[in-house]
């Protein structure tokens, strides 16, 4: 078992910035890939970031390629989401995830998938 807790979402102006940050705890962290995913109202689940189990491959949809930077430190058990030049498109309840692979998060494939419980980012126009 793995638990996730999303912290760091909060209202921004378009154009800003936030910083979401994913503490993981129980199984080694270290030995699974971890994703971001968001949801907007009316929207279905959609990816926006994963990066591998040891951190050098990141991967990032169309849409905040660019703006959105993944990163995890494997000491702190934590993985990170990185967002610039927020645009109110980026508004969503944005979840973090760990599988067994970054890919699986990437292709919505889940192998052993677990989630946190969201954190809402709302970027006011």
């Known amino acids: 078992q793995v638990q996730l807790v999303e912290s760091g979402g909060g209202l921004v102006q378009a154009g800003g910035s936030l910083r979401l940050s994913c503490a993981a705890s129980?199984?080694?962290?270290?030995?699974?890939?971890m994703g971001w995913l968001r949801q907007a109202p009316g929207k279905e689940r959609e990816f926006v970031a994963a990066?591998?189990?040891?951190?050098?491959?990141?991967y990032y949809s169309d849409s905040v390629k660019g703006r959105f930077t993944i990163s995890r430190d494997n000491a702190k058990n934590t993985v990170y989401l990185q967002m610039s030049s927020l645009k109110p498109e980026d508004t969503a309840v944005y979840y973090c995830?760990?599988?067994?692979?970054?890919?699986?998060?990437?292709?919505?494939?889940?192998?052993?998938?677990?989630w946190g419980q969201g954190t809402q980012v709302t970027v006011s126009s």
């Open positions: 990066i591998s189990v040891g951190g050098s491959s990141t």
């Open positions: 995830a760990a599988d067994r692979t970054a890919g699986a998060i990437v292709a919505g494939r889940p192998i052993n998938r677990y």
């Open positions: 129980g199984r080694a962290f270290s030995s699974y890939g």
